[in-house]
């Protein structure tokens, strides 16, 4: 008893899991003060087992959160912080990728397919061809989103037409899909014991099957999918306990058993939310593996005429109002990085790529366009394949790290020029998240191309931080106060625009360019030969 008379107490605490694509993290805040008290992240492995396939194991990802779990609650132990403090655990995941695991095995069917998988692009491609007019927007009226690879209806069609094991699944009535938070709420609450089969209508609204005027799951789509509704899991208020943690006791994580699991929402809501963005018209750029801008606009959904999509912001609790956002996603931000570091190996580590851009501070006329998984926002172009052009004799590996940054930059512009002629108020400067916001260079130049201030909160960890109010809100915990007047003060830094907006504005020219190069590259029709035969 006398080690623990030398705890410190703090309010009540809540902690977050926050599994992105490329990385897994715990994190625990204090409720009264939103600081950061401890975390841990570790990375996920990422596969591509063919050509623009991307997927993930489900039960690395689970393993991950439990290991980041235990080694957070080690380290408050040193920090001589009491565990049970912790009073709520909030989720918030990559959205879209999708899964289909056994209800009485427990047993994932097979590997996550990843929100940035291609593989569906001929089942897209022929889904748009059959609609009136070859319209990708034929569902938009319902889901707010264009027919593309990138949301899971498409991916959970794949896996019941060409994995025999999840066929067989769906037949015997044993198949559950989800995203990654129906499979983490599923797991920790019990699993095949009992697990809550459950999401939130943030990530609901990314599936495709999930009417965001209703806010229920929409048996029209699920019969365009052909998706039987009964695998499809309940879908709840982003703020609402959801069930309790079920850890075994022998885990080191056992301590947090029996904590409310409160908080749901899909990463980039997370972001809007931990931004404090809860009035119409603020808007956040979160740089993660991609990159995206959401702004809200309030109780109604806004249809955009510019290649944004039209999501479900958030929904904290029950009896509250659902609202809504325009998002502009761009597939590829900071797996560019990932790309020249483990592709093309020219740089060991993220911070190797700002020394390098910064030591030459121009491109010299080279454009990166990183269509990896073809174009998302505003273009909506499966087909096409990323691009360097520009090239001549005198470019080198920096001038390449210069304008892998910059593509970040120009996708970022572009989707803020749909936001603002789609809203008719220009955003007057930007609110930045995510992983990349550590990248000063990176900020200026974001500054410099928007011709805007950036502006980035000294806490990077806005998704999570998302999470956790959303979890402490909710009811039934209520230890963190949403109420405008209790939210605490968050201290940024702010980067001004350093170049002239010419300048800016020709080198964007020459973006847009590039742009147009790097389209209608990979079609699924066959190519004649020079002989002429197919």
């Known amino acids: 008893m006398a080690a623990s008379s030398h705890r410190i107490t703090f309010g009540p605490l809540v902690a977050a899991i926050d599994q992105g694509t490329s990385s897994t993290r715990f994190l625990v805040f204090n409720s009264k003060t939103a600081e950061l008290l401890s975390h841990h992240q570790v990375e996920i492995k990422q596969s591509f087992p063919k050509e623009g396939w991307v997927e993930e194991d489900p039960k690395e990802i689970l393993q991950s959160v439990y290991e980041c779990m235990e080694r957070t609650c080690e380290k408050l132990t040193q920090l001589n912080i009491d565990i049970s403090n912790i009073k709520a655990i909030g989720v918030t995941n990559q959205r879209e990728t999708t899964l289909v695991w056994d209800k009485e095995t427990g047993e994932p069917l097979y590997n996550a397919i990843v929100w940035l998988d291609l593989r569906t692009q001929s089942t897209v491609e022929s889904l748009i061809n059959k609609t009136p007019g070859r319209n990708k927007n034929h569902l938009k009226h319902k889901t707010g989103l264009p027919i593309s690879t990138y949301f899971s209806a498409v991916k959970l069609r794949w896996l019941m037409d060409n994995v025999d094991e999840v066929h067989q699944a769906v037949v015997s009535h044993r198949a559950m899909f ?12 019990g699993g095949k014991s009992g697990g809550v089969h459950c999401t939130d209508v943030t990530n609901a609204s990314r599936t495709m099957l999930f009417n965001i005027h209703t806010m229920n799951w929409d048996p029209e789509l699920c019969k365009y999918f052909g998706i039987p509704m ?5 879908v709840r208020s982003s703020s609402e306990i959801y069930g309790l943690m079920k850890i075994s006791a022998s885990r080191k994580s056992g301590a947090l058993s029996g904590i409310p699991i409160s908080g749901c929402l899909g990463d980039q809501s997370a972001a809007l939310v931990g931004q404090m963005c809860f009035q119409d018209g603020q808007a956040k750029n979160t740089y993660g593996t991609g990159c995206f801008l959401l702004r809200n606009t309030g109780a109604k959904p806004v249809m955009s005429d510019h290649g944004l999509l039209t999501t479900v912001a958030y929904k904290l609790g029950r009896d509250k109002p ?5 998002e502009g996603s761009v597939a590829i931000a900071g797996a ?8 093309l190996g020219i740089i060991g580590s993220s911070e190797e790529l700002e020394k390098l851009a ?22 909506w172009e499966p087909s096409a394949r990323g691009i360097i052009c520009g090239l001549t004799q005198f470019t080198n590996r920096s001038h390449l790290a210069f304008a892998a940054l910059e593509a970040v930059c120009f996708q970022t512009r572009e989707i803020l020029d749909a936001m603002n002629q789609d809203s008719g108020i220009p955003l007057t400067q930007l609110q930045v998240d995510g992983g990349m916001t550590s990248n000063r260079l990176l900020m200026q130049l974001q500054a410099d191309i928007l011709c805007i201030p950036v502006v980035k909160p000294s806490m990077p960890e806005t998704t999570a931080l998302g999470a956790a109010m959303a979890a402490g809100a909710a009811e039934g915990v209520s230890v963190w ?3 405008p007047e209790d939210l605490s003060e968050v201290t940024s830094e702010k980067f001004e625009p350093q170049i002239n907006p010419e300048e800016s504005e020709f080198r964007y020219a020459r973006w847009k360019k590039a742009v147009e190069k790097s389209k209608n590259w990979e079609t699924t029709q066959p190519v004649a030969n020079g002989n002429g035969d197919n």
């Open 178 to 189: 989800g995203t990654v938070d129906s499979w983490l709420i599923w797991c920790l609450t």
């Open 336 to 343: 560019v990085v990932r790309w020249l570091k483990d592709n």
């Open 322 to 326: 659902a609202c809504y956002a325009l």
């Open 481 to 483: 106060s949403l109420n």
């Open 358 to 379: 910064a030591s030459v501070g121009t491109s010299y006329g080279c454009y990166f366009v990183p269509a990896f998984s073809g174009l998302y926002a505003p273009y």
């Open 230 to 234: 009964e695998i499809l899991p309940s």
